[in-house]
Every structure is written in C-alpha cells, then in structure tokens.
C-alpha cells in the first residue's frame, strides 16, 4: 500500500490514521476500489490493528471506505451512474451551502476562503494536479463551514470526499484538464460571499459545477478515443 510509513503518536492515534488515510485517498495514493489491508496499514502507522480498525470504521461511516460481511474492505469505488446521482444531490446542497455562507460568513472565515483560494491558485499554477484536489476541497470544506450549519456541512462532506478522490484518476489528473482555468473559476463564487451577494454567489457556482460536470462526463469517451488512437498507432 503506497503510503510513506511513519509513527504516530498514541494520543490521537485514530485521528491520524483516519487523516492520512484520507490524504491517500485525496493525492491518489489510495485509489478507488483499492483494499485496504487492517494489518498493513498497522505495520505503515506503527500502530495496533485495533486502533486502525477503528479508523477504518470512522471513514466507512464517512463514506469512504466500504466494508461489507464476509467481503474485503475496498476505498469506496463509484460507477458512472452513481457519480451522476451524486453530482445531482451535491448541486443542490451546495448551491444551499453557498447561498447561506453569503449570508452568515463572518470577516475571518471570508479571509480564511480567500487565503484557501490562494493556495488552491498557487497549486494549479505549479501543475500539481494532486495537490490542488487536496487544496480545492479544503476550500470548498471552508465555503461549506461558512454556511453556519454544520449538519449540510457534515451531510457534504461525507457526499463529496469520495468524488474527490475519484477527480484526481479521472479528471484533474487528464492533460487536457486545466486546473488553473477550474482554480480562477472559483473567484467568483469568493468575491461574491465576501459582499453578501447571495444570488451573484449561487450563479457563479452553478456556472462551475455545470463545467466540471461537462469534464467528468466527457472523460469516458475521450479516454475511448485515446486507447483507439493507441491501438492504431502500434
């Protein structure tokens, strides 16, 4: 399993597992369906395989990992149909979320959302594909926060995270995918909550999300058109 091996601290041993797990999953180092392993990941963290189990139980609840009886666990893995049906749910609690932090966002959160964004630009421009997902949904995770309900906050996070760790394979990480033209797009949904504009906030985000969808539905048939072009050049 492709995670650099270090000792964590007992103190808040779960938490960390369950952070660099997520991690993993985040900079494509754990890929969708991949297995996870309680007695690897153990010998990876220096830690007891009961603490792991219980970090393990913590990202199944998060919708990460699926553990089903009798089965292997696998980092959880989304078909096209799914990915679909949860662009179709996040759409339409996140535009909720955005409207509301244009409403509630306090003077430090905008300045937290704007050095975010920052970041995010920063990581799109060094062409580190990985990276910025990382920074991207720490951004989005502060929008959401923002919105002063923590309940949509929790209910996005744990809709959302898988779909960025499946970005990273199938989408940031394609050469024709700009990262820093999706990182811009995001200025304007910023601007917006910081002058309260509800409305300008939500149609800036509505605009982004309809081009990102574009770019994961396109990428079935592009990858098609690759692997044809592949085979014809042999």
């Known amino acids: 399993m492709p995670i650099a091996k270090v000792k964590v601290q007992s103190l808040t041993l779960r938490h960390q597992i369950v952070t660099r797990i997520r991690q993993a999953i985040l900079d494509g180092s754990l890929q969708p369906g991949e297995r996870v392993v309680e007695r ?58 955005v409207a509301e932090a244009s409403q509630h966002a306090t003077a430090a959160q905008v300045r937290e959302l704007k050095d975010l964004h920052e970041r995010a630009v920063e990581a799109a421009g060094s062409r580190d594909p ?33 779909l960025f760790g499946f970005s990273v394979i199938q989408v940031v990480s394609q050469k024709n995918f700009d990262l820093l033209e999706d990182a811009l797009s995001h200025k304007a949904i910023l601007r917006a909550i910081a002058r309260q504009d509800g409305a300008a906030a939500v149609a800036a985000f509505e605009k982004g999300i309809r081009s990102w969808t574009t770019h994961v539905r396109e990428q079935p048939a592009r990858r098609r058109k690759e692997k044809e072009c592949l085979v014809a050049s042999r």
Do not use: C
């Open 40 to 97: 690897t990941l153990a010998a990876v963290f220096g830690a007891s395989v009961t603490a792991v189990r219980e970090a393990v139980i913590q990202l199944e609840a998060e919708g990460l990992i699926a553990k089903r009886s009798n089965t292997a666990t696998n980092i959880t893995s989304l078909t096209h149909a799914e990915i679909a049906q949860t662009f179709a749910v996040r759409f339409t609690l996140e535009k909720m979320a």
């Open 130 to 162: 990985q990276l910025y997902v990382q920074r991207d949904f720490a951004w989005h995770q502060a929008v959401w926060s923002a919105s002063g309900n923590e309940v949509l906050a929790a209910t996005l996070r744990r809709l959302v995270l898988p």
